[in-house]
C-alpha cells in the first residue's frame, strides 16, 4: 500500500482525494494545510485522520511514500525541495513554478534523490484529447503538418478561483499551459514561437486572450488559441477542440467530444465523450476524470519503476513555452526555444 499526504485543501483538491480514492493500492493518510478550516472539512470528507498546519511537522511525523502539492504556484518550490529533501515521491500541480530558475531547481532536486517528480499536467490525460493524442500517434492522419489546439470559453472561473481575477498573469500560465503541453503531446518539441495577448474583461488584472503560433521541431506548424472572453452557444468548457491536417488524412475533435478522422475517402467518428465518474459534476467532469486517470498513472509509473510522461523534466519543457509565450507577446518578438 502507497501511502500518501495531500499539501493544499483548496479549491481543486477535493478532486485530487476523490481520484486517490479510486485508485487501488493507494491511501492518503495525512493532509495539510495552513487554513483551519478547510484542511478540517477535508479531512472530515475524507475520513483522513492526521492533518497539520506545517508541511514540514507534517513530512516529519508520518511515515509516507509520495507527497501530492495540491497548493497554488507560489508555495510550490519550497514544498517539492522539502519533499526532496524527505526522500519522497511528489505530484505538484500545474502551473509548476513561477520562473524557469525555479522550476530547474525543483527538477535538480529530484535528480539528487533518484525519486520521481511528476507535474499533475492532467489535460493531456482527458479521455477525449488521450484519443485524439493515441490516433495522431498510431499514424492515423499520416505526417501531421498543422494542427490547431483551441479553447475559447466564457465560463466563469473566477468564482471557484478567485486569485486568477487578480494575479498578473492570467490565461497562459493557468490555461494556456494545458494547451500548449497538449500541442506538445500531439507534435513534439517546438522549435520557435510567436505570441498575441489581450485582456478583454476590465475587471480582471491578467491576459484572457491568448494566440500562439508554434513551429515544432518535426516540421509542424500548430496554433493554440485560448480564451475565457467568448460569448458563444454550445458553451464548450472544459472542452479543447482540436484540428489536424496529416499528409495522410485529417482529424477533428469537435464540441460535444466528436472525433472525427477522414482519410481515403472514408469519415470515421466517434463519441470520445468522458465517463461521468461517480463524483464528479458536469461541466468539470472531463477534468475530473483526467484527474483520477493521470494520478493512476503516477502510481503505475512508481509500481513499474518508470519516469512519468510529465516528469519534472519533461515539464521543463512546457513551462518555457509559457515563459516564450508572455516574452514575445511583450516585446513583439519571435522566440527561438533551440537557442537554450
Ligand atoms: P486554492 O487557493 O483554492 O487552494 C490552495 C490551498 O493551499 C489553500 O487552502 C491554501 O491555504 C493552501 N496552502 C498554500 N500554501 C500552503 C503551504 N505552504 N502549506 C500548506 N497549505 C498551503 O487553490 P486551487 O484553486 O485549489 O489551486 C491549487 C492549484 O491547482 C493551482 O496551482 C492551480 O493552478 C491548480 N489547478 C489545477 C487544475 C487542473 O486541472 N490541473 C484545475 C484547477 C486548479
Ligand atoms: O486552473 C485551471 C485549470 O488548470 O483548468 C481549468 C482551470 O480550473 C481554470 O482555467
Not at 493532509?31 to 472530515?44: I, N, V
Not at 492526521?50 to 511514500?65: G, K, V
Amino acid at each position: 500500500m502507497l501511502k500518501g499526504a495531500l499539501i493544499g485543501c483548496g479549491f481543486f483538491a477535493r478532486n485530487q482525494m476523490h481520484g486517490w480514492a479510486g485508485i487501488d493500492g493507494v491511501r492518503i493518510t495525512a493532509l495539510c494545510d495552513r487554513d483551519e478550516a478547510r484542511r478540517a472539512e477535508t479531512a472530515a470528507r475524507f475520513g483522513v485522520r492526521r492533518h497539520y498546519a506545517d508541511a514540514a511537522e507534517m513530512l516529519a511525523a508520518e511515515d509516507l511514500d509520495f507527497v501530492d502539492i495540491a497548493t497554488t504556484v507560489a508555495a510550490h518550490r519550497p514544498l517539492v525541495e522539502m519533499a526532496a529533501a524527505a526522500g519522497l515521491h511528489a505530484i505538484c500541480q500545474k502551473p509548476f513554478a513561477e520562473t524557469m530558475t525555479d522550476a530547474r531547481a525543483m527538477v535538480a532536486a529530484f535528480d539528487r534523490t533518484g525519486k520521481v517528480l511528476m507535474v499533475h499536467e492532467n489535460f493531456r490525460w482527458q479521455s477525449p484529447v488521450r484519443a485524439a493524442i493515441e490516433e495522431v500517434r498510431a499514424g492515423a492522419v499520416g505526417r501531421p503538418f498543422f494542427g490547431r489546439v483551441s479553447f475559447r470559453s466564457g465560463y466563469d472561473v473566477f468564482s471557484g478561483q478567485p486569485y486568477l481575477a487578480t494575479d498578473p498573469r492570467f490565461i497562459i500560465q493557468d490555461l494556456g499551459i494545458h494547451i500548449l503541453d497538449i500541442a506538445r503531446a500531439l507534435f513534439g518539441d517546438v522549435a520557435n514561437l510567436s505570441a498575441t495577448t489581450r485582456r478583454i474583461n476590465p475587471r480582471i488584472r491578467g491576459e484572457d486572450v491568448a494566440t500562439i503560433l508554434l513551429e515544432h521541431a518535426g516540421g509542424a506548424t500548430s496554433v493554440v488559441d485560448c480564451s475565457y472572453a467568448t460569448r458563444r452557444q454550445p458553451e464548450t468548457f472544459p472542452q479543447t477542440l482540436l484540428e489536424i491536417d496529416g499528409d495522410a488524412g485529417t482529424l477533428r475533435l469537435e464540441a460535444g467530444y466528436r472525433l472525427v478522422i477522414q482519410k481515403n475517402g472514408t469519415e470515421e467518428t466517434r463519441d470520445v465523450s468522458p465517463p461521468l465518474l461517480s463524483w464528479a459534476e458536469r461541466p468539470w467532469h472531463n477534468i475530473q476524470e483526467s484527474v483520477q486517470t493521470i494520478q493512476q498513472h503516477f502510481v503505475d509509473c512508481l509500481r513499474d519503476g518508470v519516469q512519468p510522461e510529465t516528469s519534472g523534466h519533461d515539464n521543463l519543457k512546457t513551462l518555457e513555452l509559457v515563459e516564450a509565450a508572455y516574452r514575445s507577446a511583450a516585446e513583439g518578438a519571435r522566440i527561438d526555444l533551440r537557442a537554450g
